[in-house]
T-cell receptor, first 114, second 116 residues
């Protein structure tokens, strides 16, 4: 069975604080893909990053960074120096190779307070 | 212009009415999906289509039907709407081309449907 768990339902931080959003996944497949999406208050879903299971390099994009650890089945997302515009619901998702199905977590609502 | 568009963006309808949600894409992707989002439940797959002649049920297809009119168009119908179909509906696309090795989905802006 495949599963994505985002245990943090809601997080509130003050602007400029760093924040990490957790994502834990379960899959028996050896090849799979992990994703993060952002859903701002306007409602659209914005693709942020994809990580392949065979590529464990962490990635940094501006204030965003992702830590992929196969040993703990985690794909965590850190925002450095958070800003009010980062306020959104963030979804982690999993897709196994050769399948059609994308498994989404239930999302973490991040509130960044000015 | 947006790569994935959905119409209408908002709709209020009455129980028992038939309603169609439309999705168009200019990304040239072969795969298209319909999801619904409910608070606290994340996204759940309703139907997906790998090409015009390949349509499949997702995990919550009861009460819904779809039509893939062209590679770029994928419509979702509620034959007889009921209040618990009130939700935010998303269309998404992805590219199965092995050359691109991408697999991420791209979403439309969503349709907020309210059934009274």
């Amino acid at each position: 069975a495949q599963k994505v768990t985002q245990a943090q339902t809601e997080i509130s931080v003050v602007e400029k604080e760093d924040v990490t959003l957790d994502c834990v996944y379960e899959t028996r497949d050896t090849t799979y893909y992990l994703f993060w999406y952002k859903q701002p208050p306007s409602g659209e879903l914005v693709f942020l990053i994809r990580r392949n299971s065979f590529d464990e390099q962490n990635e940094i994009s501006g204030r965003y960074s992702w830590n992929f650890q196969k040993s703990t089945s985690s794909f965590n997302f850190t925002i450095t120096a958070s800003q009010v515009v980062d306020s959104a619901v963030y979804f982690c998702a999993l897709r196994a190779s050769g399948t059609y199905k994308y498994i989404f977590g239930t999302g973490t609502r991040l509130k960044v307070l000015a | 212009d947006a790569d994935v568009t959905q119409t209408p963006r908002n709709r209020i309808t009455k129980t028992g009415k038939r309603i169609m949600l439309e999705c168009s894409q200019t990304k040239g992707h072969d795969r298209m999906y319909w999801y619904r989002q409910d608070p606290g439940l994340g996204l759940r797959l309703i139907y997906y289509s790998f090409d015009v002649k390949d349509i499949n049920k997702g995990e919550i297809s009861d009460g819904y039907s779809v039509s893939r009119q062209a590679q770029a168009k994928f419509s979702l119908s509620l034959e007889s709407a009921i209040p618990n179909q009130t939700a935010l509906y998303f269309c998404a696309t992805s590219d199965s081309s092995p050359k691109r090795n991408s697999y991420e989905q791209y979403f439309g802006p969503g349709t907020r449907l309210t059934v009274t």
